[in-house]
C-alpha cells in the first residue's frame, strides 16, 4: 500500500490516479490530518509526499514523515516534496531564478532507477517557484536529472531509498511520466532496508 501526504495540492490526484492505474492500493491523507503514529500503524510499503502550493515549512507533517521514515520504507517526493526532501537533509529551498507555471523542459538524466528505458532528454513540466538550491544539495544525494541550465530536477539518495523529482510525472504533457513511477515502484518493492 502507498500513503500519499497530501499538501493541498489539485495535482495529487492526478498521480493517485496514475498508480491506480498501475494496480497501486492508496491511502490518501491531508498533511494536517495524520500523525506518525498513525503512519506507523498503516505500515504503508511506500511514502509519497505530493505536490503543494507553498514552502516545506508549510507542508505539515511533510517534513516529519520523511525524517522519521527515512530507511524505513521508500519515499519518493513529486515538487514540494522533492524540496521536503532535500531540506530534511541539510540542503537549501530557494526562489528560483524563473517562475515555471505549466512551462515545459527537458530532463536530462542518469538513465538508472526512476529514468531507467526512458528517453533523454525527455520532456516534463514544471509548476514551481522554488528550487533545491545546487550548492547545498547534501553529499548523500547525487543529481539524476537536470536542466540544460543546471538547474536540479531529480535527486537520489546515495544509501537510502529515497528519491525526488522537481518536475510533474503526473502531467499529461511529461513524457512517460507513469513510466517513472511505476520504475520507482519497481526498483524499490524489496528494498533491503536497515532492520
Keep these: 500500500m502507498i500513503l500519499m501526504i497530501d499538501n493541498y495540492d489539485s495535482f495529487t490526484y492526478n498521480l493517485v490516479q496514475f498508480l491506480g492505474e498501475l494496480g497501486e492500493e492508496l491511502v490518501v491523507r491531508r ?3 495524520i500523525t506518525i503514529p498513525e503512519i506507523e500503524a498503516m505500515s504503508p510499503d511506500y511514502l509519497m509526499i505530493s505536490p503543494g502550493p507553498c514552502s516545506p515549512d508549510e507542508a505539515g507533517i511533510s517534513l516529519e514523515a520523511i525524517s522519521h521514515f527515512a530507511g524505513k520504507i521508500p519515499i519518493f517526493g513529486v515538487c514540494l516534496g522533492h524540496q521536503s526532501i532535500a531540506q530534511v537533509f541539510g540542503g537549501d529551498v530557494i526562489r528560483a531564478e524563473r517562475l515555471m507555471h505549466g512551462k515545459i523542459s527537458d530532463m536530462h538524466h542518469d538513465g538508472k532507477t526512476l529514468f531507467k528505458g526512458l528517453k533523454n532528454p525527455f520532456e516534463a513540466t ?4 522554488l528550487i533545491v538550491k545546487r550548492e547545498t544539495l547534501p553529499d548523500c544525494f547525487e543529481i539524476t536529472a537536470e536542466t540544460s541550465k543546471g538547474e536540479i530536477m531529480a535527486i537520489r539518495h546515495k544509501e537510502l531509498p529515497i528519491e525526488g523529482v522537481q518536475f510533474h510525472p503526473e502531467s499529461i504533457m511529461t513524457q512517460s ?3 517513472l513511477l511505476k520504475n520507482f515502484l519497481e526498483t524499490y518493492k ?6
Excluded at 524489496?190 to 532492520?195: C, G, I, Q, R, T
Design 126 to 129: 514544471r509548476y514551481h517557484s
Design 31 to 33: 498533511n494536517d490530518e
Design 190 to 195: 524489496k528494498a533491503e532496508l536497515p532492520v
Design 177 to 179: 511520466g507513469k513510466q
